[in-house]
């Protein structure tokens, strides 16, 4: 799916923007907003950002597996080299060795990544914090002809700031947003 980021300045204009989406067909699921104003999202029926999509979460837990698992195979291989546990070495206690110390990294991972703001939105805190909205809207490739003219006939004042995938990279860098 393409996710595209708009700003609203205010909470009408992103209210009447969430409801000709969802008169368009685009669910909860597909719709979210960004804003420090959590009470006036819930006051005007406005579908919030969830967890995933304000914390690092996916994207560190990715990036601790991918160490996890360097870590893992290094730690099978001297395993093999040294045999601490004897000669009688199965691949499954290899196996085992990788999967705990990638598992391990994954956890570890997820746990920085609470603790830190989602590298796709990182770059709109400034826009954020000054009180505007950021909304994302989730759809399928062959929709955005629709979308673009829905917003540009609708909400011209609604800023498009870039477009992504909803898919996390745990290699691409934090600003990789086209259009921004």
């Known amino acids: 799916m393409k996710r595209f980021y708009y700003l609203s300045d205010n909470i009408k204009l992103t209210e009447k923007i969430s409801e000709r989406l969802h008169a368009s067909g685009i669910n909860d699921w597909h719709f979210h907003v960004l804003s420090k104003d959590e009470a006036g999202l819930r006051t005007h029926h406005i579908h919030s950002a969830n967890y995933f999509q304000l914390y690092d979460v996916v994207h560190s837990g990715e990036r601790g597996a991918?160490?996890?698992?360097?870590?893992?195979?290094?730690?099978?291989?001297?395993?093999?080299?040294?045999?601490?546990?004897?000669?009688?070495?199965?691949?499954?206690?290899?196996?085992?060795?990788?999967?705990?110390?990638?598992?391990?990294?994954?956890?570890?991972?997820?746990?920085?990544?609470?603790?830190?703001?989602?590298?796709?939105?990182?770059?709109?805190?400034?826009?954020?914090?000054?009180?505007?909205?950021?909304?994302?809207?989730?759809?399928q490739p062959q929709q955005e002809k629709k979308l673009r003219k829905l917003m540009r006939e609708n909400f011209s004042n609604a800023k498009l700031m870039g477009e992504d995938t909803t898919f996390t990279n745990p290699f691409k860098p934090s600003k990789h947003l086209l259009g921004h």
């Open 66 to 139: 991918l160490a996890g698992i360097v870590v893992g195979i290094i730690a099978a291989i001297a395993t093999l080299i040294f045999q601490p546990f004897g000669d009688t070495l199965g691949i499954g206690l290899l196996a085992l060795i990788i999967a705990v110390i990638t598992m391990f990294g994954a956890w570890v991972g997820g746990l920085l990544g609470i603790s830190t703001e989602n590298y796709k939105i990182a770059q709109f805190h400034g826009d954020i914090e000054r009180g505007n909205y950021l909304l994302m809207i989730d759809i």
